[in-house]
């Protein structure tokens, strides 16, 4: 059943990396510029996911709350300047791990071919190859992101749906992004993997009346 999903879910996190953005992703968009760009995004990720392997749920969370705000940009990766909040100060950020784990990569990726991979690419493979670490499928991935240059803490909440959404919010939070109801049932299968604060859903384990609602 979970590898069901998961093969559904897949197809989808194509959709929603197509959706958001705006110029056009090409399958082996590095092909001349950079040809080995995959190979060393897996093989540095699977070192880091078998020293650690709880971090490869939260990469993937990292691609769905970089493509939320401001399009699939990296954006979610960059540090605040001056007294300005990035994104990844927000309060849905706390709990976003594996900053370090995709700043390695790109380290490696520099030294083979410079300036020429994006962080937001980078992202989007690291996020594949962790689902495909935990032996889930594998898809491939149109790379070509240019990387986002803006962070803005405030535009996190407003993008991000929370966990207590119900679905007429959640569907409501997707379709602003081009997914429609079938892909918010397919891309919530990323859930298939990962852990949760008993905090997100308690209310809804313990209050459940099977009646439709998202709350009691
Ligand atoms: C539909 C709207 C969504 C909501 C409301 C939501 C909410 C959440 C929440 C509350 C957590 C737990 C965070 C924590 O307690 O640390 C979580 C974890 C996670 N989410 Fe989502 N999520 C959504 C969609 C997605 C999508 C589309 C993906 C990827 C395809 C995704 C991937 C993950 C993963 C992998 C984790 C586990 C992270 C970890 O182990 O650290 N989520 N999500
Ligand atoms: C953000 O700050 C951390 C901690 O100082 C650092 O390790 C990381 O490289 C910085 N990332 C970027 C994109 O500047
Ligand atoms: C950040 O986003 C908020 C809300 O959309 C906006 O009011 C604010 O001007 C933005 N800040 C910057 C520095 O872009
Ligand atoms: C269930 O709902 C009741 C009444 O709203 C609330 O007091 C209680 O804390 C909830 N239980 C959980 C586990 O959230
Ligand atoms: C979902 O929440 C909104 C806002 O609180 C509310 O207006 C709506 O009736 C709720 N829908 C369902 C199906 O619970
Ligand atoms: C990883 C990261 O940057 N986490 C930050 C999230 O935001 C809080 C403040 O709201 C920071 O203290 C964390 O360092």
């Known amino acids: 059943m979970a590898f069901k999903v998961i093969a559904v879910f897949v197809l989808f996190l ?55 705000v401001r399009g699939c940009d990296g954006s979610i990766l960059l540090n605040a300047t001056g007294n300005g909040q990035a994104e990844k100060n927000a309060i849905p950020n706390l709990s976003v791990r594996g900053f370090g784990s995709i700043d390695r990569v790109k380290s490696v990726v520099e030294k083979k071919c410079p300036g020429v991979v994006s962080c937001a690419d980078i992202l989007a493979l690291a996020a594949r190859d962790a689902v495909s670490f935990l032996n889930g499928p594998s898809w491939k991935v149109p790379l070509g992101r240019s990387d986002g240059r803006v962070s803005n803490f405030s535009e996190v909440l407003s993008n991000l749906p929370p966990p207590f959404f119900n679905i007429t919010q959640l569907i409501a939070s997707f379709a602003v992004k081009g997914l429609n109801s079938k892909d918010l049932v397919v891309l919530s299968g990323g859930h298939t993997i990962g852990t949760s604060h008993c905090t997100s859903f308690s209310n809804r384990l313990y209050n459940f009346t099977g009646r439709g609602q998202g709350r009691p």
């Open 14 to 68: 194509a959709v929603l990396t197509i959706s958001c953005n705006a110029q056009s992703l090409k399958i082996g968009f590095y092909e001349k510029s950079c040809p080995n760009v995959e190979a060393i995004v897996k093989e540095t990720t699977n070192t880091i996911f078998s020293r650690a392997p709880t971090l490869a749920a939260p990469i993937l969370r990292m691609h769905f709350h970089d493509c939320f």
